[in-house]
């Protein structure tokens, strides 16, 4: 903390969660004079009271301390999160939320209506952030390979670790006590952050599937901890990618992979990779859309782990044609490409429209007749 660098007091937080580091808040103040009636509160956001700490007759005012080179300040008691259920008489955790920890006090020789308030907003948050999509990514810095563990987050109340403390594993290497760099954020609110990899950690990574775990908090100390162990190193992401039942040049109602048993049109294309996968496609208004993809692992098999397998459904419009674009990721977030196809969807139903048989003529001699007309393709 310093001049440039206050503390913000929408980052104070604790939790009641027992998995947390921080579950108890307390504070100093320094007193100016002696002080009588000394009350300690905590307050919620309605204003109301839900529990009271202590009261003290008279504190002193701050003094230095010479024997032990310090100053003498108001210590404020401690509170472990918890408030008194009179429905049950038992201490119960208080509901997350917003909270005030107040201090109050009558200056020596002053009336109680000259009292003096000290006012510390607070939270308490007991649900952990979310963490997804972690993976590895590189730079060139200063002419070195630099690896770094990706991912997105996301905090709903506290907010994620003003500190930016995380920590990663590596192919079974450890490192505590990282810091985590912000990059950008998500269309859906993510933060997306990086953690670069130290060179201990770098000396393990190889082709193929690497396990990586990324570990971060929010400011009230709620972890969450995700891994991936099928992780590729950039530019090999590609690899073992294999699509089963392809993209024809046209997708009609004569495509044996034409679905309708989830109460729509969907075609559907079916291929390996050894990891999820992620996909898009151009909609008939040319708009990027979801596939709906299902990964599993091919349960004949449980001993290739290399061999998971994966279904994707592209709805198709009715009585249109348009071209479309079908894509493959190895993330959700859409940054590593596996495969891109450009195809059409023809499933314009063509009109009939003016039809004259032999040239109009209501008889004929011949055993064959001409038959014209028009149809309407667009």
């Known amino acids: 903390v310093s001049d440039t660098d206050p503390i913000d007091p929408d980052n104070i937080a604790i939790s009641t969660s027992s998995a947390a580091a921080i579950t108890t808040l307390q504070g100093q103040a320094y007193l100016f004079r002696n002080a009588q009636d000394v009350t300690y509160q905590i307050v919620n956001s309605d204003g109301d009271v839900v529990a009271t700490l202590n009261k003290e007759p008279q504190d ?35 509901p997350d939320g917003q909270y005030t920890y107040r201090v109050s006090a009558v200056g020596d020789g002053d009336k109680e209506s000259d009292r003096q308030t000290l006012d510390l907003p607070f939270k308490v948050d007991s649900v952990a952030p979310e963490l997804q999509h972690i993976a590895i990514s590189s730079e060139d810095v200063n002419g070195k390979t630099q690896y770094y563990l990706t991912g997105e987050t996301k905090d709903d109340f506290s907010g994620i670790d003003a500190t930016k403390d995380c920590g990663t594993a590596v192919n079974g290497l450890v490192e505590l006590h990282q810091t985590f760099e912000v990059t950008g954020t998500t269309a859906d609110g993510y933060t997306q952050v990086r953690v670069p990899v130290t060179d201990a950690q770098a000396k393990t990574l190889a082709q193929g599937n690497n396990a990586i775990e990324l570990y971060l908090s929010d400011n009230a100390s709620n972890f969450v901890d995700v891994m991936n162990d099928k992780a590729k190193l950039p530019g090999q992401t590609k690899d073992g990618f294999v699509l089963d039942v392809g993209v024809p040049d046209v997708i009609s109602m004569s495509n044996e992979y034409i679905d309708i048993s989830k109460s729509r049109l969907d075609y559907t294309l079916s291929g390996r990779y050894p990891g999820a996968v992620y996909g898009t496609y151009l909609d008939e208004n040319g708009k990027v859309q979801d596939l709906d993809i299902e990964n599993y692992t091919d349960e004949d098999h449980p001993e290739d782990l290399d061999a998971d397998y994966f279904i994707a459904r592209m709805p198709i419009a009715h009585a249109v044609d348009y071209n ?10 859409h940054t590593q490409e596996l495969a891109s196809y450009d195809t ?4 314009f139903q063509p009109k009939i429209g003016t039809v004259t048989v032999n040239g109009g003529q209501d008889q004929t001699s011949e055993a064959t007749v001409k038959v014209a007309g028009r149809y309407q393709t667009m």
């Open 60 to 94: 002193t005012k701050t003094y230095y301390y010479a024997n032990a080179s310090a100053f003498e300040t108001l210590n404020f008691p401690k509170w472990d999160g918890t408030i008194f259920d009179q429905s049950t008489g038992d201490y119960v955790a208080a």
């Open 324 to 333: 479309t674009t079908i894509k493959f990721y190895a993330d959700a977030a």
């Open 344 to 347: 059409k969807v023809g499933m």
